[in-house]
Every structure is written in structure tokens, then in C-alpha cells.
């Protein structure tokens, strides 16, 4: 039983559901293995009642949350200040506190960006296929962009979405390299090697035996691929890469890593690489992935 005292503050999830989250794991071992007295825990919060929800934290002295699902977008009009990126996704996981309210991060793209470096991946100058036009696809052409990749193409079921949110990117970045298009469209892509990023939900658990594009010749394009998707720990996106040779990525230490740097923001310390490592092995066993 963690030692909670009359020091110890609080962290937590808002978001509905909220049963399932692997953060309270993340954050509560964190907080052991940093030496930190701080408790997580989960809060589910209706829809309507996000307003009321950050006033009572901020009156109850929480130090910081984290936002899911249905939160992460009509959190914000809530915040007193908001971290630039976040502001241009257009959605938050993270709240730190400040004086007289919470400023808003999107620690979920943090993650990404840090797994990137551990595995190697710099988007600078890079040609990249996004496949998804999604809320995580959202984030991560924002991030392709701002770490100015060479080019970026958004490959989604719905042609329409993709089109809408290449032209947002360009649009508030002030560039011209995101282009969207439909799944039957990916044949003019010929020429280069691709950072593919995979952020659609098909290939999740339980459907485990499906990827978006399972054409052959598509993997063809791919110089590494990664997939956010995390359960299974080896899609079927991720074994179509591996068929040819090359370097297939899950979206654990994206999960893990959104979780570290939320952690970092709360209490203001980098933490060591060491317990990074150990809270990475707890989530595997949790999710039972022996590699
Ligand atoms: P979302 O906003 O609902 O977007 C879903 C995307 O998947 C859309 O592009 C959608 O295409 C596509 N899609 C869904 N079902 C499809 C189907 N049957 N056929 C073709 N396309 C389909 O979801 P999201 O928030 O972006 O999340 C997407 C995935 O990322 C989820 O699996 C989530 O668990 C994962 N994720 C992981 C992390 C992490 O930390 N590793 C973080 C965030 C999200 P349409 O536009 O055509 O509908």
C-alpha cells in the first residue's frame, strides 16, 4: 500500500471511460521509483460536467491531470494558457497547474517524439506517409511538420478528411508539404522511402489479423514503419514491414512516454532514464508482451 500522507498531492485522469487507463500504473510507480509523494488516480467526468471538474481541482489544489477521451478538445476553452503545439493540434491530455488555473499540453506527441529518438527516426528532412486522418494522425502531422519533414502525405479511408487536414497543417504552419489523399491513391507514391506512420485503429486488438493497406507492393515505400497501436505488440502492419526486411515499431513507449513527460511537467525534474526503463517492463507484463 503506497504511503500516502498528509503531504502527498494529487495527480489524475479525467475522462470517461477511465477503467481501463494504464496511467495510475505509469504514474504511481514513477512516483515510487522518483521518490516523489505524489498519489494518481482516475476521475471519471460526464461530458457536460468539464468546467466544473477543473474548477473543483484547481480549488482542490490538484497539481496535474491528465485528459482523455471525450475531453481532450472542450478541455481547453477551460485553461489559462495553453503550450503552442497543443494550441495547434487543437487538443490536451496534460494539465499543469499555475496560478489561477491549468495550462494544457499534449504530452501524447511528446511521447511520439521520444520514441522517435530512441528508435532512431529523425523526421527532419524525411519523406512521410501518415495513414490515418484521425485525432492521433492529427497530432502527428502537426509534429511531422514543425520538425520540418521533406514531405507528408496523409493517406485515410475518408479521402475528405484527409484533404481537410493536409490543408489545416499548411495553412497554420505556413508550409506547403502535407498533402491528403484517398487509399486507392498511394500508386503515384513510387520513388522514394518512407517514414510510415500508422494511426488508424484497424489492427487493434481484437482484430488482430488486419492492416488498412495490406497491398504488397505498398511495402515496398517503407523505409521504417511505426504503429501507434500498441495491443497487439506486433500487428499486422508492423509484420508487413518486418516481410521486407525492415524496422516495424509498436506505440508502447509512445503510451510510456506521453505518461514520463506529463510526470516531468507535474513536478519539474527529468526522470532517470533507469525507472523510464522499469516502468516500461511493468506495462509489458501488464499487458502480458514478452519479446
Ligand atoms: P480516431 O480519431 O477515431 O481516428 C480513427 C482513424 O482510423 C481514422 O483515420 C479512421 O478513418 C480510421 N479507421 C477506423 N476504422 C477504420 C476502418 N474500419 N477502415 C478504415 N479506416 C478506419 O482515433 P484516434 O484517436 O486517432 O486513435 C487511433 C488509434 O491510435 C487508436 O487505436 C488508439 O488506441 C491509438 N492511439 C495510441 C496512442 C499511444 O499512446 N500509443 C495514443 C493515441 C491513440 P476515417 O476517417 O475514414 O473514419
Redesign the pocket.
Known amino acids: 500500500m503506497k504511503n500516502i500522507k498528509g503531504t502527498t498531492r494529487v495527480c489524475g485522469l479525467i475522462g470517461n471511460p477511465v477503467k481501463h487507463s494504464m496511467s495510475p500504473l505509469i504514474h504511481n510507480a514513477l512516483a515510487e521509483y522518483e521518490n516523489i509523494d505524489m498519489a494518481y488516480v482516475t476521475f471519471k467526468v460526464e461530458e457536460q460536467d468539464i468546467e466544473k471538474a477543473l474548477a473543483g481541482a484547481y480549488a482542490l489544489n490538484i497539481l496535474g491531470m491528465n485528459v482523455t477521451?471525450p475531453h481532450k478538445q472542450n478541455v481547453i476553452s477551460g485553461l489559462i494558457d495553453i503550450d503552442e503545439l497543443a494550441q495547434n493540434i487543437g487538443a490536451v491530455n496534460t494539465l499543469v497547474r499555475a496560478e489561477g488555473g491549468y495550462k494544457g499540453y499534449n504530452t501524447?506527441i511528446l511521447?511520439?517524439q521520444r520514441e522517435l529518438i530512441d528508435a532512431g527516426i529523425s523526421l527532419e528532412n524525411s519523406d512521410i506517409i501518415i495513414?490515418?486522418?484521425?485525432?492521433?494522425?492529427?497530432?502527428i502531422s502537426f509534429l511531422c511538420a514543425k520538425e520540418k519533414a521533406n514531405s507528408i502525405t496523409i493517406i485515410?479511408?475518408?479521402r475528405q478528411?484527409?484533404i481537410l487536414l493536409a490543408n489545416e497543417v499548411n495553412n497554420k504552419l505556413g508550409v506547403n508539404i502535407v498533402k491528403g489523399i484517398g487509399?486507392q491513391e498511394y500508386s503515384r507514391l513510387s520513388g522514394k522511402k518512407y517514414i510510415v506512420l500508422q494511426?488508424?485503429?484497424?489492427?487493434?486488438h481484437p482484430d488482430i489479423d488486419?492492416a488498412?493497406i495490406e497491398d504488397d507492393e505498398f511495402y515496398d515505400l517503407v523505409e521504417v514503419g511505426v504503429d501507434?497501436?500498441?495491443?497487439p505488440a506486433k500487428t499486422k502492419f508492423m509484420k508487413l514491414v518486418e516481410a521486407k526486411g525492415k524496422k516495424a515499431y509498436?506505440?508502447?513507449?509512445?503510451?510510456l512516454y506521453?505518461g514520463v513527460s506529463a510526470f516531468e511537467l507535474w513536478n519539474n525534474i527529468q526522470v532517470d532514464e533507469h525507472n523510464v526503463q522499469k516502468v516500461y517492463e511493468l506495462m509489458k507484463k501488464e499487458l502480458e508482451i514478452v519479446e
Do not use: E, P
Open positions: 477521451v501524447d511521447g511520439l495513414i490515418g486522418a484521425g485525432g492521433a494522425a492529427r497530432a485515410n479511408r475518408t478528411k484527409a487509399l494511426t488508424t485503429s484497424v489492427g487493434l488486419t488498412l501507434i497501436i500498441y495491443n509498436n506505440g508502447l513507449k509512445m503510451l506521453q
